[in-house]
C-alpha cells in the first residue's frame, strides 16, 4: 500500500530534500513502500538541468538558491504553494518517464477539472495551465529525477502563494506574469483543503494503490 505523508508546517528544502534521498535509497532496495510525501516549502529557489538554468536567476535576495537533480529550468517554492513528491518504483510497468510527468500532469487536471477549472497541457511545456486573460498561465511546475527507475522530485502547484516571489526569477525561462494561483480562478480555495483530492488523483493517475492520508513531521517519517 502506498503511503501518502501530509507533512506538517513549512519544510525547508534541505530538510525535504534528505528525506526524499532516504526514501529513494530504501525504495530501491525495497525497504519501504511507494510514498508521496504532500508539503508547503519555506521559500527556496531551485535550479534543475536545463542548459544555462542559473542564467534564469536574477535577483534571488535572501532567498536560498538551490540546484538539484531534476530536469527542467528554475523554479521558486514557498508558502501558499502545494508540492508534491512521488517516491514511486517504476520497475517493470510503467518504465516511461513521459508517462511518469504526464500522469502527474494528469493528476493535477483532475483536480482542477474538480474545481470546476479548464486546465489545459503545453506541448512544449511540461506542466499545468490555466486560460488567462490573454494566454494560458502556469499553474503547477514539474520536474522529476529517477535512478533505476524509482522516480523523485515531482511537481508544485500555487494555490495562494504571494506571486511577486516569481519575480526574482524566470520561472521555467518564462516571464514571471506567466505564473498564475488557484485562488485567482477559484476564491476561497484553500491549500489544506487540496491536499486529499492531490493524494486521490496522484493514485489514479499513477496506478498505485491509495493508503490512507497520514500527517507527520518530518522527523518522524522514517522511525
Known sequence: MTRFLRLRGQVGYSEAHDLQKALLDARIAGEVPDTVLLLEHSPTITVGRARDAVRNVLEPGDTPVVTVERGGDVTWHGPGQLVAYPIVDLRGRREDLHL????????????LADLGLAPTRDARNTGVWLPGPVLPQKVCSIGIACRRWVTWHGLALNVDPDLSAFARIHPCGFSADVMTRLVDHVPGVTLDALVAPLARHLAIALDIPEGPLETLDVGDVLR
Do not use: F, P
Open 100 to 111: 511518469h510527468l504526464h500522469s502527474l500532469e494528469a493528476a493535477v487536471i483532475g483536480v
